[in-house]
């Protein structure tokens, strides 16, 4: 079986890339490393040493015997090359991760809105249209964001995808079946619900096979394959734009930096490890859509936490300080979060969940690379309008215990 891996140099799309690879499938990576050229922009670098392409490329033959082909590309902008990649490589599927994955960055201000529009939207166009211009059966597994669903409280369990509702007619009521009502809350968020009109839209005017994968917020460092060679590390974000919550609690925990919740914290979020993330990609390239079939949509989550309840956990878990901050987004103070995740524990997925162990994996890697941090790049500094931006002004910053990390 052969894939392409879309955005295969990033978080989730690296260890996607060798998990595959791992077991048996040729790889193809296609990126065009924009992700390190933000590093560069925020002047910020990864918490973990991340190697140049060629010689991850080249661990992972050392360690492995397994080759995986690079190709430095960027989709939405090369769309003949990638017309041409996918006729000359013929995938039997294709794994999409290269979309700008940031709502803090992509709300950063006007230009970073502009891009993150111009990057997501036109990326997914082409390689549907490119899909399409190719003439092949390819199958294309999308990673989107439970984000779309909004993170109001929506008074029923979410569904996968789909809503069964009754409509008042002239004839009487009717039910019918709907994608579930969007509720982006940042820029990025908006771009993944118009990505999956665009899916709609392509599986029922041309025949695309499509699963659409609606993924909670991905925490730890490691995989299984990440393991195996320091040149392999994953990319380990703690900053503001980048870090996802729990990754960056933990890293705040071993350095010695106050826990940082937005507001009350009474934020509820679904979560995923990473190691879950690179086997809900297989499970779901395992088992596609059939021709014909409607858009498959799974949610790609193991459990909901508030986040007030993560820091608290963290808290005394390592001793750290917890500090309520003005939240910069535009958000619900409180929600709760009950998600179906049916699919994939049918198809076999037994859950990561949030075990001390693995948490205190993920500190060991803070603790281990604590000098690469730049404590400045800590705080949230990108707001969703001027209210926030003042309120965030106004507060103070948490100032860290030491610049070091805490002994263990």
């Given at each position: 079986m052969r894939v392409l891996v879309l955005g295969?140099?990033?978080?989730?799309?690296?260890?996607?890339?060798?998990?595959?690879?791992?077991?048996?499938?040729?790889?193809?990576?296609?990126?065009?490393?924009?992700?390190?050229?933000?590093?560069?922009?925020?002047?910020?670098?990864?918490?973990?040493?991340i190697r140049t392409m060629g010689e991850r490329i080249a661990a992972w033959k050392e360690v492995s015997g397994k080759d995986i082909d690079f190709v430095n590309m960027t989709v939405?902008?090369?769309?003949?090359?990638?017309?041409?990649?996918?006729?000359?490589?013929?995938?039997?599927?294709?794994?999409?991760?290269?979309?700008?994955?940031?709502?803090?960055?992509?709300?950063?201000?006007?230009?970073?809105?502009?891009?993150?529009?111009?990057?997501n939207l036109n990326a997914t166009n082409h390689l549907l249209a490119a899909i399409v211009e190719s003439g092949l059966d390819v199958h294309l597994a999308h990673l989107g964001t439970m984000g779309v669903y909004g993170y109001t409280t929506a008074g029923l369990r979410i569904p996968e995808g789909y809503l069964k509702v009754t409509v008042d007619t002239d004839f009487g009521p009717a039910e019918q079946e709907i994608l579930f009502p969007p509720n982006p809350g940042s820029i990025y968020h908006m771009t993944k619900t118009q990505d999956a009109l665009l899916f709609q839209f392509y599986a029922k005017n041309d025949g695309v096979r499509i699963t659409d994968l609606h993924q909670g917020i991905v925490w730890g460092a490691q995989t299984e394959e990440t393991r195996l060679d320091e040149r392999l590390i994953n990319r380990f974000d703690y900053d503001g734009d980048y870090?996802?919550?729990?990754?960056?609690f933990?890293?705040?925990?071993?350095?010695?930096?106050?826990?940082?919740?937005?507001?009350?914290?009474?934020?509820?979020?679904?979560?995923?490890?990473?190691?879950?993330?690179?086997?809900?990609?297989?499970?779901?390239?395992?088992?596609?859509?059939?021709?014909?079939?409607?858009?498959?949509?799974?949610?790609?989550?193991?459990?909901?936490?508030?986040?007030?309840?993560?820091?608290?956990?963290i808290g005394r878990m390592t001793g750290a300080e917890v500090h309520n901050v003005p939240n910069p987004r535009q958000e619900a103070d409180e929600?709760?979060?009950?998600?179906?995740?049916?699919?994939?524990?049918?198809?076999?997925?037994?859950?990561?969940?949030?075990?001390?162990?693995?948490?205190?994996?993920?500190?060991?890697?803070?603790?281990?690379?604590?000098?690469r941090a730049d404590l400045s790049k800590v705080?949230?500094?990108?707001?969703?309008?001027?209210?926030?931006?003042?309120?965030?002004?106004?507060?103070?910053?948490p100032a860290p215990e030491t610049p070091h990390a805490r002994s263990a």
């Open positions: 295969g140099d990033g978080f989730c799309g690296w260890p996607t890339a060798l998990h595959l690879s791992a077991r048996g499938w040729d790889v193809c990576v296609v990126d065009n490393l924009s992700r390190r050229n933000i590093d560069n922009e925020l002047e910020i670098q990864s918490l973990t040493p939405g902008k090369e769309f003949d090359r990638l017309v041409a990649l996918i006729k000359d490589f013929k995938p039997d599927s294709v794994v999409h991760f290269a979309e700008q994955r940031a709502a803090p960055y992509s709300m950063k201000s006007a230009r970073h809105k502009l891009y993150t529009v111009d990057n870090g996802t919550v729990l990754n960056r933990l890293m705040q925990a071993a350095v010695g930096y106050p826990l940082t919740v937005h507001g009350s914290g009474g934020q509820t979020r679904a979560f995923i490890h990473i190691q879950d993330t690179v086997r809900c990609v297989e499970l779901a390239l395992n088992n596609p859509p059939k021709a014909g079939d409607r858009v498959k949509i799974l949610n790609q989550m193991t459990e909901s936490r508030r986040v007030r309840d993560l820091a608290a956990m929600n709760e979060l009950v998600v179906a995740n049916d699919q994939f524990r049918e198809l076999g997925l037994k859950p990561i969940t949030l075990a001390e162990g693995l948490m205190a994996d993920v500190t060991d890697i803070a603790r281990r690379y604590a000098d705080a949230c500094v990108s707001t969703w309008n001027s209210k926030r931006a003042e309120a965030v002004k106004a507060a103070p910053v």
